[in-house]
């Protein structure tokens, strides 16, 4: 039993951005469980919880560029994976359709990260 | 598939819900190894992506190589392409170079596509939990609980305490915590609710315990589990080491089994510190609770509820007297229809949720709105019972068509069981029905109640879940602040037995046990007398050898007792199949059972009863299964519930396996297929994860009660495949041709059983109708055959002899609605059933007057001395296997069962033993006196000669010598009542011994009949001559008989 009150993490990885907590169960290229998708970099990997069968999300990976961990909503994946800061700081490296998306996540993070 | 360009042009068709169409075969990329195979359950998703997806595709230029590329590295030109951060692969390739290339960027965007999908699904999971009532109050929950032994958390509807809760301890690292809930069917979804929640690796940490079902792990560390199925570890495990937290939810709704759990824990506290203990409760009657465990901190949770606007609407009516077989009116609900189809736009959504007392009114409102209806064509009817299937109950879940309400009528399963989001209007009718029992007459009566205060504002809250509501009440503000605060908990009104049965194995004393509330000392008392009456119990809290195995049996008393003995007298099988079907609901399609049904259904039935007919039924049906043919049709055209046969068969499966286990009896042990187990296992988790679809409600207006269509069959038939593979997994084939004298034993084994159940027929009958039969109880009088026993058309097999009061009924319970029923009934020879089951049993001199339990009074022509004796031998007997069975004294199975099968042959020729008599109730103005001991011989403990005090020289009759001859032996001489005895008891024995020679000699004959024929009809295997040298005898024997038969004698030395 757990006396002390220490609390025992699961494995929980937080976003830097949005510091949402992301419940993940493997880091690396691919899960064991499904061997089938191998991702190109380390990525925070779960288990579908909604699927019978047994398949592989994604829910958060380093930034190339800061390598500070981003989950998928404050991430985008352009040949690697960059967080929305780093897409900001370097717009004019990235296409346009990927700009106007990351930016409109971003702002919203940042407005309930004021009201709370 | 020369031609890549078909795919293109004919995509594959996604209508097929196996995906097993001919496109799915091209693709050989598609196999048991890959990612998509082709079980997959999403493989038709896939399929309907694939279509979308390749029309998108083909507005989009293919990315140009080489790709530019700037200062960061990343391209120039935009392609989603980029945007996969994997690759799928396959071990396959496909020949066709294109075909494979676009297969695989289909699948890789499908795949993206969903972990979109997914992740959306998780951070939305995550912000609903933070915005639940409770979360504000985790840390403080945590730390309590760390500090104090037990804690009571209080919360009502909507605050999420049964979801979260749980997994704040998980989280905390908590390594094995179990939560019991009031009803199997919330262990379930909650298990699969927190697994969810909590992203856990496929439900490994989180299962489920339920009667007849678990999901667990060897790392399960969080199991949600039934109350009734903890106090069942608990007699293994007193003090609950299995688990560092108990989490006991839905306290409030006061169970039994809950009421017991909280006075066994709080001792297991005392004796276990470290133990952590949750108490989780709605806010009602939390003084209760603060005042049974003064020291235990309280946290109270806001509930999260819209607001109800509230009408009380009284009809009147239901202050009158009014006899409770009429029927009731449904205009006082017609009339708020009405309101509401006047007051509320057709547009704006919202059901309505009527809770009615019970089946007759649920069906009578239901008419008049489906009528109603006929006119307006913007409602659905949907009754709402606990005798509906789960696939009939499923359908108030689904959506109505726009512009149409559901009118979901209920019973008070929708308070707290089920519930149904987007109910807007209520009906209250105030009343719910509820089993009253009454332990002086041992009757249990259905009755109708008001309902308490706090049923009524659950009932209220329901329409508060989703959106503002409204609740007409109908009843006035008067009545209501007139009705009770809280439902009466169970542990006033029910049948103590089972309970202090339990908790005498737990070496509790219920006398002292910390009760929340004391049950009535009336039940008490005659709980504890009963038990000790049926040898359950040695004392007030010691069990005796049969308390210990009944108290291990999660069933009454009286079956646990059919069951007890029936191993004992070697017919456990068939006793399975009864005790299953008296442990269920019935088997019986109320509502879907016209003359047609009941005419094929006639044929299943058997003179002696509704127990023999249960097993009848039961027997056919597996006969049916085992043939492979369609049981459901074949179900449904007799009215029969198929899934209760299923329950049987798993109710027959766990009787056998604790009677093993607690007995020391023979028999296989069960070994299962491991391969099925985890296929079904499987299926089941496939079934769990699958949301339930809800689909839009088909309207038919004025026909919609009437859907007994094809629809629920399929709907069924999933669930249906689980259940048929786990009966073949379990069951053995059944045996349809039981011996007359094994039917006899289970016949006398099931009454043996149901006493003191038993009940005479009034001697008036003979001049009346069938329909006007009465019978009388030895405490109540004038009650009838329940409208489901077979006797109601049987009627003459209830008198097969024209001799009226020849027969005794046994029946399971005294039912009480408008009348008192005698239900499940069974029939037997009076005289000689009650010379072997009744607690005392006297006669006269010459054993022509004999009085049973100073109840019922058998008069004879001849003296039944004989009888009287033989039935003396017998008991004895019978104890005696008893006492074997339970010392666990049976070494050679083989021996014992020759033992029982001799057994059954002297009873069942005893029970049917050519008797002539007259039996009639001892009147109430015969008693004093009747029965006196002083002169009287003893025979055992139950039988004595001379007690019947009916003539005047019976005091004389103990030392008085009187000429007789004895039928047996033929000697004739004077002999007084004790020396008769004693001559008789010898003349008997070596009748029997003589018998015994017979027996034994007509056992080989048909062993060695049955070996040679088996011998001839399995493979035709040599046999030859065999001397044994050890035993000195001939055998015709194969060479195995031979090794085996030398075995034999190794295995006991002589």
Redesign the interface.
Known sequence: MNDGGQEVRRDLVVCQICQINLPYDFYGKKAPYCPGVIYFDDTYLLRDPYSPEPRVVAVAGPCDLCSSIACLDCSVFYTKRFCGKCILENSDGFPSQIVVGIKDKLQQVMRHQAET | MNNPQRTRDNPPRTNNPRGTNNTQRTYSFIHSK??LKPS???LPDFWNFHQKFIKIKQRQPPVTYPIKK?????????HTQ?????????NKEEDDKQKSEEFHETLRHY?QF???Q??K???KQ?EYQKELPIYKFKEQI??TV?DNPITIIAGDTGCGKSTQVPQYFL?????SIACTQPRRIACVSLATRV??E?????GQDIGYQVRFDQMLYSNTKLRFLTEGLLLRQLQNDTELYAY??IILDEVHERHLHGDLLLGILKGVVERRP?I?VVLMSATMNLQLFKSYLPDAPLITVPGRMHPVEMRYCPTHESALDKPSSAKINPKPYLIILQLIDKRYSKEERGDLLIFASGFAEIMTIAEAVTEYDLEQGNWVVLPLHSTLSVSEQQKVFDYPPPGVRKCIISTNIAETSLTIDGVRFIIDSGKFKEMAFDPTKKLQRLQEFWVSKASAEQRKGRAGRTGPGVCFRLYSEEDFNAFADYPTPEVLRVPLDSLILQLASMGLNIRTFPFVQEPPAANLNESLSFLQQQGALRSENELSGIGEVLARLPVEVALGKLLLTAAVLGVLEPALTVAAGLNIQSLFNKSNCRGEELQIRSLLESGKGDLATLLNIYEEWSQKKSEGANTRKWCRRRGLKEQQLFEMSKLRRQFRQILRDHLNLAGPQETLDSEKVLEIRQAK??KR??EPARKMLKVSHGKNRASNGSEDEISDTEEDDISSMEYFLTNPQPNLDLSRHVRDTLNFVSVFGLYPNIAISDQHNAEKKPSDFVFHTQRKNFVVLHPNCIFNTNFKELYPSNNRAEQLLAYSTLLETNKPYLTSVTRIPGFTTALLICKEVSTNGDCTDIVCDMWLRFTLKLSAEDLVHKAVKIRQKWSAMVADVLSGKIDDPREFSKRQSRFQKTLSSFLRSDVTYTLRVVKSTELSGLVRYEHAVKLDENITLNSVQDTGSSEMEAFLKRAWTCKLCGTAGLFSLSEKSEHLAKCQDMEEEEDMKKIEQEEKKEETAVAMETASQTRKIPTREYLCEQCGEVFQFTNVEILRHIREHDSKPP
Do not use: A, M
């Open positions: 890959s990612y997959s359950s999403d700037n200062e960061l590295g990343l391209p120039t030109t935009f980029h945007t996969v951060p994997f690759v799928c692969i396959s795949v969903k972990t979109k997914t992740f699904k998780i951070t995550i945590i730390s760390n989280e905390r690292g908590y390594q697994s969810q909590t992203f856990n690796k496929y560092d937290l470290q952590r988790w496939r994860l699958e």
